[in-house]
């Protein structure tokens, strides 16, 4: 079993950048797809980026290309989720996912879930 675990979530004016980690330990990961999903307040979680450890073929949802960028360390066994020009839109609770496909439903991950980190993009 993989575990997840997220950190780099804060506070930033709107315009502004953040970067997301999402560290993974346990069993070997080469298989796994790792996702970003988010979710924000009374919102249902929605899917953000996923990249594959072996393809490394990044996926994106519309309303963040250009402007997120997901890449992978395979020595540090960690994914990362560059944002820039955070918009307001953008606050929601972010969490990394290891599935072993690409899966664009939260309730399609089976494999594992971080704990989320919070962004919160201020007008």
């Known amino acids: 079993q993989v575990q997840l675990v997220e950190s780099g979530g804060g506070l930033v004016q709107a315009g502004g950048s953040l970067r997301l980690s999402c560290k993974a330990s346990g069993r070997t990961f080469s298989s796994y797809t790792i996702h970003w999903f988010r979710q924000g307040l009374g919102k249902e979680r929605e899917f953000v980026a996923a990249?594959?450890?072996?393809?490394?073929?990044?996926t994106y949802t519309d309303s963040v290309k250009g402007r997120f960028t997901i890449s992978r360390e395979n020595a540090e066994n960690t994914v990362y989720l560059q944002m820039n020009n955070l918009k307001p839109e953008d606050t929601a609770v972010y969490y990394c996912?290891?599935?072993?496909?690409?899966?664009?439903?939260?309730?399609?991950?089976?494999?594992?879930w971080g704990q989320g980190t919070q962004v919160t993009v201020a007008s």
């Open positions: 996912a290891a599935d072993r496909g690409l899966k664009f439903y939260a309730d399609m991950i089976t494999d594992a």
């Open positions: 990249i594959s450890w072996v393809a490394k073929m990044p």
